[in-house]
């Protein structure tokens, strides 16, 4: 698409094509760490200290009610 739009040369495309195909691998291999590893640190970074555990297992039980009538 870049070399039809004129974005990229055609001379260009093979060194183009191998950058992008890195980034692509090196985006791929990070994702699965940060859901598990920062994700799960911001979750309990941003909860909320006040709450009970009644007020949070009400809230997941309304989060997987409306997620089930959605998919539904």
Same mark, same amino acid.
């Given at each position: ?11 260009? /495309? ?14 791929a ?5 940060l859901?598990? /590893? ?7 970074y ?12 009400a809230?997941?039980a ?11």
């Open positions: 698409m870049g070399v039809a739009d004129h974005a990229i040369k055609p001379s260009e /495309y093979l060194r183009a094509s191998i950058a992008c195909g890195w980034a692509t691998r090196t985006l291999s990070l994702t699965p760490f859901l598990v /590893y920062v994700m799960s640190w911001a979750v309990r941003c909860r909320v200290p006040g709450a009970t555990a009644e007020e949070r297992a809230k997941k309304a989060l997987r009610r409306g997620s089930h009538t959605i998919l539904v």
